[in-house]
């Protein structure tokens, strides 16, 4: 049961794939809030994924859209437009890189790979977001997030080129946050999760344990993809007007900590 938080609110949620989805989780839970959205996914990802039944589950519209590709993403925008007129709240929860995909490590990057995973994890936000701009399309006091991860700030062994692109997608959020919020007073942040079990989670090399030490860092534990998305419904809400051009953590404290009695106690157990 909801609060109403969102309440006459209307949006478009990018990127749930399967149950485990983060963006699944946030549909669920902006749903319960009374909001009302299209959700939409790559192509291939309406195809073969489960996506289907969530829009039936939500009794919502479901189109397909290539985020990087500017005709898919009009289409999507005039089905929303025409259905909603005006709207409130974009979620993007897109990522992928064709290196990790491919075994590619870091210091064998393959750059039109490297290209494309500019462009689907990081690129199709401004994509998004400058042809929402020009079409007029948000409501004042709209809220645009996106999904990040703390490799854009600190190295991680292992999460490849999807570091840049994070700190790519975080610029975005801020240099965009800025013309929004002149514009129409649309608010645009990023929302740094922890290591969460989801396809584009586990496709990470050494998944499994950066989960657990980070689980052993955080004071809270790890934040769950249900955390998330409650995080997602506050930033959707009225109650985070002025909140904008920020990369927020949903980390369970991870971000601050340095060392942890838990994590001391498991190493010494090796
Ligand atoms: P997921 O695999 O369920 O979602 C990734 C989504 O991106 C999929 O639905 C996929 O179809 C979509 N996608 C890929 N290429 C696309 C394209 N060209 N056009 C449109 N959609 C496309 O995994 P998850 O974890 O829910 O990922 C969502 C976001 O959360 C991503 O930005 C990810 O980097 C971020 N994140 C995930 C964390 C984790 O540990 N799972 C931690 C921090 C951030």
Same mark, same amino acid.
């Given at each position: ?119 689907? !994890? ?6 998004? #977001? *400058?042809? $929402? /701009? ?7 006091? +709209? ?93 959707? !809400? ?6 904008? #051009? *920020?990369? $927020? /953590? ?7 900590? +340095? ?12």
């Amino acid at each position: 049961m909801g609060n109403n938080l969102l309440q006459g609110k209307k949006g478009i949620i990018f990127g749930a794939l399967d149950k485990n989805s983060i963006a699944w989780k946030v549909a669920e839970e902006v749903y319960a809030e009374g909001g009302r959205f299209v959700l939409t996914n790559a192509p291939a990802a309406v195809r073969m994924g489960s996506i289907k039944s969530l829009a039936k589950e939500l009794d919502c519209p479901l189109m397909a859209a290539d985020a990087t590709n500017e005709e898919d993403l009009n289409k999507l925008f005039d089905l929303a437009e025409s259905e909603y007129g005006k709207i409130d709240f974009v979620l993007h929860s897109i990522g992928m890189s064709p290196n990790v995909r491919k075994k590619r490590g870091y210091t064998n990057l393959h750059y039109k790979f490297l290209g494309k995973t500019y462009d689907i !994890s990081a690129i199709s936000f401004h994509k998004i #977001m *400058q042809l $929402l /701009y020009k079409r007029d399309l948000m409501n004042e006091w +709209g809220s645009i997030l996106a999904l990040s991860y703390i490799a854009a700030q600190r190295t991680f062994s292992d999460y490849n080129d999807m570091a840049e692109a994070k700190a790519l997608l975080e610029s975005i959020a801020r240099s965009f946050g800025y013309h929004y919020g002149k514009k129409a007073k649309v608010r645009v942040n990023t929302i740094s999760q922890s290591p969460t079990q989801t396809t584009a989670g586990t496709g990470v090399k050494g998944f499994d344990k950066m989960y657990s030490y980070a689980e052993l860092l955080s004071p809270l534990g790890n934040a769950t993809a249900e955390d998330c998305a409650k995080y997602c419904v506050m930033m959707f !809400s009225d109650y985070t007007r002025r909140i904008t #051009m *920020q990369n $927020l /953590y949903s980390d369970g404290g991870f971000s601050n900590m +340095g060392i942890s009695k838990e994590l001391l106690d498991a190493l010494s157990l090796e």
